[in-house]
């Protein structure tokens, strides 16, 4: 069984800085791509960010420059530095990763719970 954990959501002013961590866990062989989504009140989920396991990384356009994806492979964690909030980030933000948990085995979406960040003044 796999588990996707994110903390460092909450409350932030705008301009203000936040970074979201996801630690995978449980029978892992392998982790493909690992990204952020949100999903803001009365919206359809968008891709914020995603890193591929050779770290090369991709963007949605209302983020770039202002969030930062990493990634630390031997603690099978992914990071969502996120700078310069504003409102219209406000949204659970949710992990996702692609995990191999079986040798011959094809790779597996996974998600994690979600984690709430809310920009306001």
């Known amino acids: 069984q796999v588990q996707l954990v994110e903390s460092g959501g909450g409350l932030v002013h705008p301009g203000g800085s936040l970074r979201l961590s996801c630690a995978a866990s449980?029978?892992?062989?392998?982790?493909?791509?690992m990204g952020w989504y949100r999903r803001a009140p009365g919206k359809e989920r968008e891709l914020v960010a995603r890193i591929s396991s050779g770290g090369s990384t991709d963007y949605a356009d209302s983020v770039k420059g202002r969030f930062t994806i990493s990634r630390d492979n031997a603690k099978n964690t992914v990071y969502l530095q996120m700078n310069s909030l504003k409102p219209e980030d406000t949204a659970v933000y949710y992990c996702?990763?692609?995990?191999?948990?079986?040798?011959?085995?094809?790779?597996?979406?996974?998600w994690g719970q979600g984690t709430q960040v809310t920009v306001s003044s």
């Open positions: 996702n990763a692609d995990i191999l948990i079986r040798w011959g085995g094809t790779y597996y979406d996974y």
């Open positions: 449980g029978s892992i062989l392998r982790i493909n791509n």
